[in-house]
Nanobody, 125 residues
Framework: QVQLVESGGGLVQAGVSLRLSCAAS????????MGWFRQAPGKEREFVSF???????RYADSVKGRFTISRDNAKNTVYLQMNSLKPEDTAVYYC???????????????????WGQGTQVTVSS
């Protein structure tokens, strides 16, 4: 199975950019569909972005046009480039992996059996 480790979070001001990384080990990330989710204090974990094994991408409406997901299979890493950050983007960000082709919705948390430990992103106004 695959192990996932997120990095790149931090405390930033509104309007700046951050790039999150999700490094995989144990199995090649190329064989998994990958997702980014986030969870703000007191809220449920929510879908942010998805990238399939052939790099099909999906985004939550709240981040569309500001966030970009990508994958570098040679580095066994998935990225989330976050631009024009807003205070409402403050959350713990998690990457997750799932077996491709299951037919589940990209935002279905229960379809992702593998999760990282999360990285905190705090955006101040």
């Amino acid at each position: 199975q695959v192990q996932l480790v997120e990095s790149g979070g931090g405390l930033v001001q509104a309007g700046v950019s951050l790039r999150l990384s999700c490094a995989a080990s144990g199995r090649t990330v190329a064989t998994y569909a990958m997702g980014w989710f986030r969870q703000a204090p007191g809220k449920e974990r929510e879908f942010v972005s998805f990238i399939g094994t052939i790099s099909t991408t999906r985004y939550a409406d709240s981040v569309k046009g500001r966030f970009t997901i990508s994958r570098d299979n040679a580095k066994n890493t998935v990225y989330l480039q976050m631009n024009s950050l807003k205070p409402e983007d403050t959350a713990v960000y998690y990457c997750a992996a799932r077996i491709p082709g299951l037919g589940a919705a990209v935002g279905d948390i229960h379809a992702y059996p593998y999760w990282g430990q999360g990285t905190q992103v705090t955006v101040s106004s």
